[in-house]
T-cell receptor, first 113, second 119 residues
Framework: GENVEQHPSTLSVQEGDSAVIKCTYS??????FPWYKQELGKRPQLIID?????GEKKDQRIAVTLNKTAKHFSLHITETQPEDSAVYFC????????????FGKGTKLSVIP | GAGVSQSPSNKVTEKGKDVELRCDPI?????LYWYRQSLGQGLEFLIY????????KSGLPSDRFSAERTGGSVSTLTIQRTQQEDSAVYLC?????????????????FGEGSRLTVL
C-alpha cells in the first residue's frame, strides 16, 4: 500500500528563519500532494497543494516543491512567525483520480519569538 | 454553518461497550472520509466513501469497526466491544471531488472530531 514518510517529526526555528519539511512517497501513480496544518486543538486545514504536472507552487510565505523522479516533495515556510507554530501533515493520493489520501505522521513546528 | 459536523464531540465509554460516531458532511460533497488520530500521532486512514461506489474499507483496523453512509450524506462509524486502544480522536472529512471550474479539487474539509475515551 501507499506509504508516506515525513521528516523531521519536530522542528524548532527562530522567528524570521525558514522551515523546511520533507516527505517521500512510494506510489508512482500518485499525482496529488497536499499539505495540511493543524493548530493545537483544532481541525486540520489545507494550506497548499501541488499536482504532478508542476514542480513548484508558491503562495506568499509558503511554497511546495515536487520531485517526481525522486518521489519526494517539500514544504518551505519563509519568514516564520509564531502563528506558524502547528503540526504540519503531508499527504499523497492513491492515483488514478482517486482522492483517498494517505498522510504522513506529521511535523510539529515551533517558532520561537 | 456549512462545515462538517461531528457528534458527539466527546464520548467516554467503558471497555466492551459499543459506540456510534456521526458525521454530517458539507452538502453536495461526494466523498467522505474517516480518520483516526491518536494522541500526538498522525492521521490514520480508516474508510472512504465516494458517491455510490463501494467504500474503501482497507484502513479499518479490525472487524469491530464498521461504517455506513446513508443516502450519500450522513455517515456513522460504529465501534463494537470497545478496547482501550480505541481511545483517539475520530475525524471525519468530506470533499467535493468532481471537476470544478475545469480543475479537479480534492481538498478535504475536516470536522472538529469526536474524542473517544475508553476506560
Amino acid at each position: 500500500g501507499e506509504n508516506v514518510e515525513q521528516h523531521p517529526s519536530t522542528l524548532s526555528v527562530q522567528e524570521g528563519d525558514s522551515a523546511v519539511i520533507k516527505c517521500t512517497y512510494s506510489d508512482s501513480a500518485s499525482n496529488y500532494f497536499p499539505w495540511y496544518k493543524q493548530e493545537l486543538g483544532k481541525r486540520p486545514q489545507l494550506i497548499i497543494d501541488i499536482r504532478s504536472n508542476v514542480g513548484e507552487k508558491k503562495d506568499q510565505r509558503i511554497a511546495v516543491t515536487l520531485n517526481k523522479t525522486a518521489k519526494h516533495f517539500s514544504l518551505h515556510i519563509t519568514e516564520t512567525q509564531p502563528e506558524d507554530s502547528a503540526v504540519y501533515f503531508c499527504a499523497e493520493d492513491s492515483g488514478a483520480g482517486s482522492y483517498q489520501l494517505t498522510f504522513g505522521k506529521g511535523t510539529k513546528l515551533s517558532v520561537i519569538p | 454553518g456549512a462545515g462538517v459536523s461531528q457528534s458527539p464531540s466527546n464520548k467516554v465509554t467503558e471497555k466492551g461497550k459499543d459506540v456510534e460516531l456521526r458525521c454530517d458532511p458539507i452538502s453536495g460533497h461526494t466523498a467522505l472520509y474517516w480518520y483516526r488520530q491518536s494522541l500526538g500521532q498522525g492521521l490514520e486512514f480508516l474508510i472512504y466513501f465516494q458517491g455510490n461506489s463501494a467504500p474503501d474499507k482497507s484502513g479499518l483496523p479490525s472487524d469491530r469497526f464498521s461504517a455506513e453512509r446513508t443516502g450519500g450524506s450522513v455517515s456513522t462509524l460504529t465501534i463494537q466491544r470497545t478496547q482501550q486502544e480505541d481511545s483517539a480522536v475520530y475525524l471525519c472529512a468530506s470533499s467535493f471531488s468532481r471537476l470544478a471550474g475545469g480543475r479537479i479539487t480534492g481538498e478535504l474539509f475536516f470536522g472538529e472530531g469526536s474524542r473517544l475515551t475508553v476506560l
